[in-house]
């Protein structure tokens, strides 16, 4: 019998297909003009994609099927992989059976341990991540089945299954590349436990507080639309109907960047590099300085701007409520309180800059940091595993309603130069 996530997805999906159709009756109408700017500028703004899991708007941020962000931050991530795929917040009987429907999954097969224990130990744990899921791929379902000719309905149903199998898997092989990467054993997985709380103790670190930020963690990152580096390509090789193992694993490779997901590690190297010039939480004015001097000689203020939003994106608000009540005396947190009153209004006058304000990876590594996680180069792989329910979800989706494989046009610079107005004076 169907899972209580499959047969809710059972009933949606016809409608979701009906939706298409009738859009694809409209197929010819125009949405959009394209800019120069736009060819030019990684298609800022061009609305290309499709994606019903979340949208992120400008002055309101993540909202995730209709519910801001800060509405969901205390909801367990495993409550918004319902959310995401099915539009719907799961009751109390869908939730225990997607619980347990992940942790009946959840073992990892002793290759990936072998896999990942062989690599040279200063790989990078994003890296160990990819070449994990990769290792998993010989697992797809969603590949054996197209190999034996599954008909196009189906698709959704063995990459869902894929899904499942992937995602219940990542908290242990995720936590397993920590204790790797700090030299300790592998701690098992407690499947009485919910998602979060389990991923924490497998970290090693005990205690409900820590639980609790590992919940939220995975929670606030699980989705941020489709046009994102590591969703856009996610979707991108999905859309060549690679399986999820290979679909995952690119995103999360895009998700490795310092613009994108990396930004979290970069963050906290910034705040603590603060803390040591200074030695210890510097006034505003000196911190004013340090900012000047640093935009002065090129270099990015880490967790600060971004392509879509224009406010304060609300995941940082919903970590610093978080950081307000359990880390109040805690020099980094206050570093990172006290950049939040200097940083805006400096990059405001960088005419350059379209968004001054703090993005979710400003403030995450400072609390990860209080609770002793203090190997920054693992932060982007805790990023991983909560944005894979995205992916995950945007994959599924997309295979429900049939969308065609990817293929924008590229242009030459000649055919730009050939299209654009001839400026006056040169004619
Ligand atoms: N510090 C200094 N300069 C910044 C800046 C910042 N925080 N944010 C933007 N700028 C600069 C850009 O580098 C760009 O400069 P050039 O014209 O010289 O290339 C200019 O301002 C315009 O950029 P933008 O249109 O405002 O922003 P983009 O969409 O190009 O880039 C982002 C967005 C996030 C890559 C950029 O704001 C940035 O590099 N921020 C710091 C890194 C960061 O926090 N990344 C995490 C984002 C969240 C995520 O995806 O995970």
Same mark, same amino acid.
């Given at each position: 019998m169907p899972g209580a996530l499959k047969s809710k997805l059972q009933q949606k999906v016809p409608e979701w297909r009906k939706q298409r159709q009738e859009l694809l009756a409209h197929g010819e109408e125009k949405l959009a003009d394209l800019k120069v700017i736009q060819v030019m500028g990684g298609?800022? /703004?061009? #609305?290309g994609l499709v994606c019903d899991t979340s949208v992120v708007s400008p002055d309101q941020g993540l909202v995730v099927r209709g519910i801001p962000i800060g509405e969901l931050s205390n909801r367990l991530p495993e409550e918004m992989l319902y959310l995401l795929l099915t539009g719907e917040l799961p009751g109390r009987e869908a939730l225990d059976d997607l619980r347990q429907e992940l942790s009946s999954r959840a073992r990892i097969p002793g290759y990936v341990w072998k896999v990942l224990e062989a690599l040279p130990h200063d790989t990078h744990p994003m890296a160990m991540f990819s070449v994990a899921l990769l290792a998993l791929e010989r697992e797809s379902v969603f590949r054996r089945h197209y190999e034996d /000719?599954? #008909? +196009? %309905?189906?698709y959704w149903e063995s990459t869902l299954e894929d899904c499942l199998q992937l995602l219940a898997r990542l908290p242990a092989v995720a936590a397993g590349i920590y204790r790797l990467h700090i030299g300790q054993a592998r701690l098992p997985s407690r499947p009485e436990l919910d998602w979060g709380a389990d991923f924490a103790q497998m970290l090693g670190v005990e205690g409900e507080e820590f639980a609790q930020l590992m919940r939220l963690y995975l929670t606030l990152h699980c989705d941020h639309e489709g046009g994102n580096v590591s969703a856009f390509t996610s979707h991108t090789v999905g859309s060549a109907l690679s399986d999820a193992y290979y679909a995952v694993a690119a995103g999360l490779n895009g998700l490795a960047g310092p613009l994108h997901g990396l930004a979290n590690q970069e963050s906290l190297h910034f705040v603590l590099d603060i803390e040591n010039h200074f030695g210890g939480a510097p006034s505003e004015a000196q911190l004013s300085g340090y900012i000047q001097d640093r935009l002065q000689h090129g270099q990015v203020i880490p967790g600060y701007g971004h392509a879509v939003l224009r406010v304060t994106d609300p995941r940082y608000s919903a970590f610093h409520q978080f950081g307000e009540r359990y880390c109040r005396n805690e020099q980094l947190f206050n570093i990172v309180d006290r950049l939040f009153a200097v940083v805006p209004n400096i990059l405001k006058q960088q005419a350059r800059v379209q968004d001054p304000w703090p993005n979710v990876d400003a403030i995450s590594g400072s609390l990860l940091y209080h609770y002793g996680? +203090? %190997?920054?180069?693992?932060y982007t792989v805790l990023f991983g595993v909560s944005r894979a329910l995205g992916l995950c979800s945007q994959l599924i989706l997309n295979r429900a309603v049939g969308t065609p494989i990817m293929r924008p046009k590229s242009v030459s610079t000649r055919w730009l130069l050939e299209h654009v107005t001839v400026p006056s004076h040169v004619s």
């Open positions: 298609l800022r /703004g061009l #609305p /000719g599954m #008909p +196009k %309905e189906q996680l +203090k %190997e920054f180069d693992y």
